[in-house]
């Protein structure tokens, strides 16, 4: 059974903050980890029921489109950085194993939220460059 999760995170996005530092100890923000739970049990209750489990072998593409209540500038990698980091062993065991990924940012002043997709996709294999090709032929 391949993966693909569809799911709608009600509320602003909160992107990815700096963690504080206390002597060597690092401190998430409340109002971060509260985020990143909310978008556990939402992909929770979308996830598949019935014999499905994360694979290390598994590779994903994940979509997210956050639509934003107002116009300021926000840093999509911060935007993906805490979706993706609440997912970890929730629909994939880490966020490495994401090889596709696209953030679209948008306004809706009446109603914010993320709506994200993940899908399971198979494994490309990606010709190696011509440069690496043409060493590999002078090599040999």
Do not use: C
């Not at 639509?67 to 990698?77: A, K, V």
């Not at 629909?91 to 993320?114: F, G, K, N, W």
């Amino acid at each position: 059974m391949t993966l693909d999760v569809r799911f709608v995170v009600p509320g602003p996005v909160v992107p990815w903050q700096r963690a504080a530092s206390v002597g060597t100890r690092r401190y998430t923000s409340t109002k971060q980890r509260g985020y990143q739970r909310t978008v556990r049990l939402v992909a929770m209750a979308a996830r598949p029921r019935g014999p499905w489990l994360p694979s290390k072998a598994s590779r994903y593409r994940v979509d997210i489109d956050a639509y934003l209540p107002d116009e300021r500038r926000r840093d999509l990698d911060n935007i993906a950085k805490t979706i993706l980091d609440a997912l970890n062993g929730v629909l994939y065991l880490d966020d490495s194993q994401v090889v596709t990924l696209l953030v679209a940012t948008h306004v809706d002043r009446e109603r914010p939220r993320v709506e994200v997709t993940v899908a399971e996709v198979e494994r490309e294999v990606v010709p190696a460059p011509r440069s690496r090709q043409r060493a590999a032929k002078a090599i040999a």
